[in-house]
């Protein structure tokens, strides 16, 4: 875990969840969907379309939500992967992975394809976490989460408010430098723009700011030939710094926007359904 940890990481939650229905009637089945409220989210599947519920889930609850992977960047990058894990067939990501088996329950056949997802592009390098909300349902996972993606019980951390920008979780604000005095990036000493936030070393005592790409390009010289880097060391204090963390804590900083972005699944699902 990087030096925030789980539940310092504040920011717009993105998570794709995996739902199980305990009706009797329909007991076994699973839904797969998108959420920025996982609470809210499983009351409006349980009330049924007219509170929000998609098609496929009203009148077949109650639903119970027993897992939840978040950490991802944006809701694109979340929605993309719920589309691939609801279709699993039609992603050329998951062409490995064999259609649902005869004997096969849909929740071990979602946890299956759930397993391959982790460990293939793009996501096998994303800051994810793997989150069980319901322990009794817990299953491990083959092939398992890459080792930087952790794995989680319990309701997700509460969604902490933003703070000042630039300033980590971890940082004195009493040690912390004159902006003006440290306007350029460590690396490359050119300027910051102003619609380009830095990223900073969370850890105290630490000053180093630099430009995202700059940095990546530090982190990926003990990684050649990849795109996104996983985690390096800071050049300023020399800790190791997961990239996800380095992400979020600069994502943390940055002002709320005023658009409502509680995209929810049903929008997009229905319109593929229908």
């Keep these: 875990m990087g030096p925030a940890g789980d539940a310092a990481r504040p920011g717009r939650f993105f998570g794709v969840y995996l739902l199980y229905c305990l009706n009797p009637r329909h007991r076994g089945r699973v839904?797969?969907?998108?959420?920025?409220?996982?609470?809210?989210?499983?009351?409006q599947h349980n009330g049924g379309r007219k509170k929000g519920g998609a098609w496929r889930t009203s009148g077949r609850g109650p639903w119970e939500m027993v897992l939840i992977v978040h950490g991802f960047p944006s809701a694109v990058a979340a929605l993309r992967f719920e589309w691939a894990w609801q279709h699993p067939h039609a992603s050329r990501r998951l062409a490995h992975v064999g259609p649902r088996l005869r004997s096969e329950a849909a929740f071990a056949f979602h946890l299956r394809v759930l397993?391959?997802?982790?460990?293939?592009?793009?996501?096998?390098?994303?800051?994810?976490?793997?989150?069980w909300l319901r322990a009794d349902f817990?299953?491990?996972l083959c092939p398992p989460p890459p080792p930087h993606m952790p794995l989680a019980f319990g309701p997700p951390p509460p969604r902490a408010s933003a703070t000042r920008r630039r300033a980590g979780p971890l940082a004195d604000p009493e040690s912390e430098p004159d902006q003006d005095a440290e306007a350029c990036c460590a690396l490359c000493a050119r300027s910051f723009q102003d619609e380009e936030g830095p990223l900073c070393c969370p850890h105290p005592g630490c000053h180093l700011r630099a430009h995202m790409i700059c940095l990546a390009e530090e982190f990926l010289q003990e990684e050649p030939g990849q795109l996104l880097p996983l985690e390096g060391q800071c050049p300023g204090c020399k800790n190791s710094l997961l990239w996800g963390d380095l992400i979020w804590l600069c994502r943390m900083g940055a002002e709320e926007e005023e658009e409502d972005l509680e995209l929810e699944e049903e929008h997009w699902t229905d319109m593929l359904e229908t």
Excluded: K, S
């Design 115 to 131: 397993a391959h997802m982790l460990r293939a592009p793009p996501w096998a390098r994303l800051p994810l976490t793997v989150r």
């Design 31 to 43: 839904y797969v969907g998108f959420t920025v409220d996982p609470a809210r989210r499983v009351q």
């Design 138 to 140: 817990r299953r491990e």
